[in-house]
């Protein structure tokens, strides 16, 4: 979650809003999961560095990269 409050991840600036919205979603994964706020955050910041490098709107892309997230931890550990 380290890049996500810096608001540097791989480059990309975070919008001050999007801070709270990232940390949050992190947040709810890591608790609806059963996983470490740290593993979540690891796939989260790379998947929405992905993610941003693409998109034109920027309002939806927690909750698309929080679902590809849940997907990626559910083929790595069943």
């Known amino acids: ?22 940390k949050a979603a992190i947040e709810a994964l890591a608790v609806a ?3 470490s706020v740290s593993e979540i955050s690891l796939h989260y910041e790379r998947e ?9 709107v920027h309002d939806f892309l927690s909750v698309v990269a929080s679902r590809h997230v ?9």
Do not use: C, F, P, Y
């Open 1 to 22: 979650m380290a890049a996500i409050e810096r608001g540097d991840m791989q480059g990309d600036q975070t919008r001050d809003g999007e801070v709270s919205v990232h």
């Open 33 to 35: 999961m059963g996983r």
């Open 70 to 78: 849940r997907d990626i931890l559910r083929e790595l550990h069943g």
């Open 48 to 56: 929405i560095a992905r993610l941003q490098k693409g998109a034109r």
